[in-house]
């Protein structure tokens, strides 16, 4: 072998790595979005302006209060007691923090689908856009595939309300029958997410009055609900407010945060909206808010009525409805069910096309994601790939088995939008208040937002395995010290729009408590976290490094 040959073979691994370096270190350019956006409106590739702010709202309402409503305030009133209203007001202010970025980005890119994945490439790098779109995705996939489950088990219950009905429905239509621990089959979910993929298929403003006309269905049954139990209230089953402490207060936070997300949904509908640079943060706030006082008003009249330890399992509220001889509450109460989990499943499906759109814009997934339908201007092939996915995943697997590897997508995707705030402050600023000698301006900050996310995720581990709470203040106070490093050694600008306050300081407190969070997840999703990584990567690698056009 020639020393040429030798030279050539060594060199072609290190070109390799060097490439991939280079493409996944690269950033889509912070652009001004009125043109791409009227070039793709005139070929005829984008999407039409249809949603109203009153939209807007509806959407994030539909995509954050399912059947849940009805369920987990009871379950977790059988520990914090009457105390699970203050769990539900912490789990809502740190939701509320979280919008507060949200609605800035939203209204800094005002015009193009992506969400947390098109913030992330552009305020970092392109790989780590692509895994925050994996982790994003598996989440919808899965949580698609159980939410039909669980719509098609509401409505085999409600037909079995017709008494020739009654008990003779099989369990594989709509309950599911299990074959083995993964192995599940269920008829009615893959056809109820036939029936919804076709209505998104068919227009955003078709998809958009089915998800209006469900959601005030949804939240009308639950004003009723609130109503109704507010004159069965005994003030005395509120006291004492805290039973077991404040401890399992904040536990119980930790468990219904997860019921309020969904307010993201809004973000991808930025190329959709007709004044997304002021809608988007007023849609993405509103429909957060909203949600805040029907939490709150369902934990107040569930814990009013029946003494916290008389809570059933399974359906808590209706049970107590039934107990005060309202047995037609607790009818209503499936019937808002229903259209929860329906407008849940509607926006969730949604949202999967319009981030697999963006990414098929950008090359790092196959152009057809990217195609949009001439005359329905909805990324039809993008829809039926995610329709697809959820109908093998609810018609052949017991997705409630995965159920609990899910909710990383969401703290992840929200961690990385709190740390796009901040980095798309000052990535454009020269300069720096103390500057050093060995590293850049940008690096330093990228360090201080690491530590932040590892004292929370170090906080968390202590708190889930009851270790001495001083190492608790400890990883606080590092973290604490990071956050004062980015506000004093960073420059910040105002963005244009909307302007989330207090940065980098509440941001910061943002990934803090969402990592806190991350921690209290199962093992099983670390494990998912650090797998789908390396799949991703492995598929960035093979395919998209190649393929991109930011």
Not at 348 to 356: A, H, K, P
Not at 394 to 407: E, F, K, R
Not at 446 to 461: D, N, W
Request: hydrophobic fraction near 50%; include cysteine; glycine fraction near 10%.
């Amino acid at each position: 072998m020639s020393s040429n040959d030798l030279s050539s073979s060594s060199s072609s691994p290190m070109s390799c790595l060097g490439h991939f370096c280079s493409s996944a270190l690269r950033a889509k350019p912070l652009a001004p979005p009125s043109s791409e956006t009227s070039v793709r409106t005139n070929s005829g590739q984008g999407l039409i302006r249809r949603l109203s702010l009153f939209d807007l709202i509806l959407l994030g309402i539909g995509a954050s209060i399912g059947a849940g409503i009805f369920v987990i305030t009871g379950t977790v009133a059988c520990d914090a007691g009457p105390g699970v209203t203050i769990s539900f007001i912490i789990a809502g202010a740190s939701c509320v923090l979280n919008a507060l970025c949200y609605a800035e980005l939203a209204s800094r890119f005002p015009a193009v689908v992506g969400g947390a994945y098109l913030y992330t490439y552009t305020a970092f790098n392109e790989l780590t856009a692509f895994l925050v779109f994996g982790q994003l995705m598996l989440d919808y996939h899965i949580g698609a595939a159980s939410i039909a489950r669980s719509l098609a088990g509401y409505v085999v219950s409600l037909l079995e309300l017709i008494p020739s009905l009654r008990d003779n429905i099989p369990a594989w239509v709509g309950h599911g029958q299990d074959i083995s621990g993964v192995l599940s089959i269920n008829v009615l979910a893959p056809i109820l997410l036939v029936l919804l993929t076709i209505v998104l298929c068919w227009g955003v403003g078709e998809s958009s009055i089915v998800n209006s006309v469900m959601t005030v269905t949804k939240v009308a049954i639950v004003f009723v609900v609130i109503i109704v139990g507010a004159f069965k209230v005994d003030v005395s089953n509120w006291t004492p407010f805290a039973p077991n402490g404040f401890g399992t207060i904040l536990t119980g936070a930790t468990v219904v945060f997860f019921a309020y997300v969904g307010f993201d949904a809004v973000a991808n509908s930025a190329e959709e909206s007709r004044r997304p640079q002021r809608d988007l943060p007023l849609g993405i706030m509103g429909s957060l808010l909203v949600c805040v006082v029907l939490y709150v008003g369902v934990c107040l009249v569930i814990t009013g009525m029946v003494p916290y330890q008389f809570l059933g399992e399974d359906a808590p509220l209706a049970e107590a409805f039934k107990s005060k001889g309202l047995n037609f509450v607790a009818v209503l109460i499936s019937f808002g069910a229903v259209a929860g989990l329906t407008t849940t499943l509607l926006v969730g499906l949604y949202v999967q096309s319009r981030l697999y759109l963006g990414i098929g814009r950008d090359g790092l997934l196959p152009s057809i994601f990217a195609k949009v339908h001439p005359t329905r201007h909805t990324p039809i092939y993008s829809q039926i790939w995610a329709g697809i996915i959820a109908m093998v995943l609810a018609g052949l697997l017991n997705v409630h088995v995965l159920s609990h590897i899910l909710s990383v997508g969401s703290l992840t995707g929200y961690s990385v939008v709190s740390a796009c705030v901040i980095t798309l402050r000052w990535k454009d600023k020269n300069t720096s208040r103390f500057s050093t000698r060995w590293i850049s301006k940008r690096g330093e900050g990228i360090i201080c937002l690491v530590t932040i996310a590892c004292c929370g995720f170090a906080s968390g581990c202590i708190f889930r395995f009851g270790a001495s709470f001083i190492f608790v203040i400890v990883a606080a106070v590092i973290a604490i010290l990071a956050a004062l490093a980015l506000h004093f050694w960073q420059i910040y600008t105002d963005p244009p729009g909307f302007s989330c306050p207090g940065v980098p300081i509440m941001p910061a407190i943002c990934i803090f408590l969402n990592i806190f969070l991350f921690a209290q997840l199962h093992y099983e999703a670390w494990v998912r976290f650090v797998v789908l990584s390396i799949i991703m990567v492995g598929i960035y690698a093979f395919y998209g490094q190649y393929h991109a056009n930011p």
